[in-house]
């Protein structure tokens, strides 16, 4: 089955600690973003990657970093640095229209303790 | 802000009514798009509609796009129970990316 997948689905963390959300997709897409959302809001950009190997932030990077070594994984670390991580996170894709459909994950929700 | 601000924020209807979202946006588009979010879930795309176009239809699903009022409706004929979701507009103009609204919330009650 073509798809994206988020994992974990629920995690939880201590305040502190890092943590890392795992992003796949078989679709052969060259875009992937990182999307916030926290309950009754809308999505927010975090991190976005038009291609392998190179990324930009978002409207909200601060306290998160990523990476992009394949074209098809872009894993998002939460760091110590943001201030406030209990969210849901969404994971999505493009082919590379920058305004075209995105494909989304099933997202994590982080809980920090 | 090229954001999309949906109204009404929660919607609740019977099954079998239409339901109407709408979405309004500040800046010129190239295209504007419609998600559907089930509670817990990932966002699933359900319809793109370019500048250039008025109408779009796809099943019991019509959008419409007036850039003049810079405006955009989603209608739901027939509304069935699973249509009860969370429906996102994201306005896409050429300075950036998509940038998603709150959404409007459905209930539809059996």
């Known amino acids: 089955d073509g798809g994206i997948t988020q994992s974990p689905k629920y995690l939880f963390r201590k305040e502190g600690q890092n943590v890392t959300l795992s992003c796949e997709q078989n679709?052969?897409?060259?875009?992937m973003y990182w999307y916030r959302q926290d309950p009754g809001q809308g999505l927010r950009l975090i991190y976005y990657?038009?291609?392998?190997?190179?990324?930009q932030k978002g409207d909200i990077a601060e306290g998160y970093s990523v990476s992009r070594e394949k074209k098809e994984s872009f894993p998002l670390t939460v760091t110590s640095a943001q201030k406030n991580p209990t969210a849901f996170y969404l994971c999505?894709?493009?082919?590379?229209?920058?305004?075209?459909?995105?494909?989304f994950g099933p997202g994590t929700r982080l809980t920090v303790l | 802000s090229q954001q999309g601000e949906e109204d009404p924020q929660a919607l609740s209807i019977q099954e079998g009514e239409n339901a109407t979202m709408n979405c309004s946006y500040k800046?010129?588009?190239?295209?504007l798009q419609w998600y559907r979010q089930n509670s817990g879930r990932g966002l699933v795309h359900l319809i793109l509609?370019?500048?250039?176009?008025r109408e779009k239809h796809s099943g019991r699903l019509r959008v419409t796009l007036d850039t003049s009022k810079k405006s955009s409706s989603l209608l739901i004929t027939a509304s069935r129970a699973a249509d009860t979701a969370s429906y996102f507009c994201?306005?896409?103009?050429?300075?950036?990316?998509?940038?998603f609204g709150k959404g409007t919330k459905l209930s539809v009650k059996p």
């Open positions: 679709l052969n897409h060259d875009a």
């Open positions: 800046t010129s588009i190239n295209n």
């Open positions: 999505a894709s493009n082919p590379g229209q920058r305004l075209g459909e995105q494909f």
């Open positions: 990657s038009q291609i392998v190997n190179d990324f």
């Open positions: 509609i370019r500048s250039n176009e």
């Open positions: 994201a306005p896409g103009g050429s300075q950036g990316n998509l940038i």
